[in-house]
């Protein structure tokens, strides 16, 4: 036994390749006593607890790689792949809910996020275009129900900001950041009003979430949050709201959400930090039934985790490293009789897809600010010279 194999050639099996007992036992066709002899003949230090652990560890890991290559290989060598791009089907219908009972007492609300007011990349044409098929929908729901509560949630990064990620400031139109502010509220109150003469209605609330672009170093949402009066709520990084106030009771829990992913709409960080919350909030008798986040600029509505549905929001700012672009819009909440139906308000399919191709988007961006920073200066400061 002692002859069948050297000293290099075992400490070679056990550190360089880094076999267990039992494999070298196996290659070599001795027992497990055997090669136990054998390392302490040859004075080959055996290793400890916690290297044998992380040595198990890591060939685990390099069989899952292996794995993953060998099947990754196996379904590209069955695939027939054309470079070319796919085109997106563009969904423009909207589908509001029959009502099926005699109750026609509802409440809207209406959630909007990742406009990016300020960034080259912003979306102008898709965002009016989405505010106006809103207001289609609560035209159709205004013939049909009551409304009894009217809404709105700014669901976070409503502008560009400053300092958020590497050459961000590169990337802004102007250097000073309190000019997003005043254009974001100029853009705001014409939607209000749009939206308030479409329903017949005054808003009831608006409620602002802070996003990942206006972080507290800046403080932009609570300035907004001032000019926008007595009728906005700031609700920090999340909060939850009883939306159907005054006639029921549906707990959403909003959040705009930090996570990303290129694959799905809820980034797994994000559901279990979200689902997390909503624990807690039962905890305190606090029922929630849904959640909203935003961030991913990912439009898709009822999504199911758990028991609790979710929504996430479209952004309007145009992806700047691909061609596709993740579906823009918003979300129309609609209440009625202790349900909730959520209603994906999309912009007209032709007018997001020219945009998103637009070369000069960045142009028609500063001609688009620089508009509507003058109504500003007009209309909101009075400032007519």
Known sequence: MSESISKDE??????TKRKSIREISTFLKLTRGQVEHLLEKYNIPRRTVAEAAYIKSELLKEERIEDAKSILEDTLNKMSIKQREIKKIKRSHMLVPVRLNDNKDCTITLVLSDFHIGD???????????IKNAQEVIKYIKKNYIIKGLYIELNGDLVAGRNVYKFQELRNLLSRGHWQV?????ILKKVFEDIEETAGRKIDRIYMIRGTHENLDNNFILYLKRLLGSKARYLSHEGVVNIADPIGEYNVLFTHGLSYSESCPVPPKLQRDCLDSVAKYRSMNINVERICTSHTHWLCVSLLFNDVAWDVTGGFQKWEYTLSNRPS?????????????????????EIEDMEDHEVGLEYKNLVYYGNFLLKHLKEIEGINK
């Open 10 to 15: 075992l400490e070679d099996l056990y550190w």
């Open 120 to 130: 080259a990349n912003h979306l102008p044409d898709t965002f009016w275009s989405t």
């Open 182 to 186: 005043f254009l974001c509220e100029y």
């Open 329 to 349: 819009g918003g979300i129309l909440y609609l209440y009625n009789n202790n349900e909730v139906s959520a209603i994906p308000i999309r912009p007209d399919p």
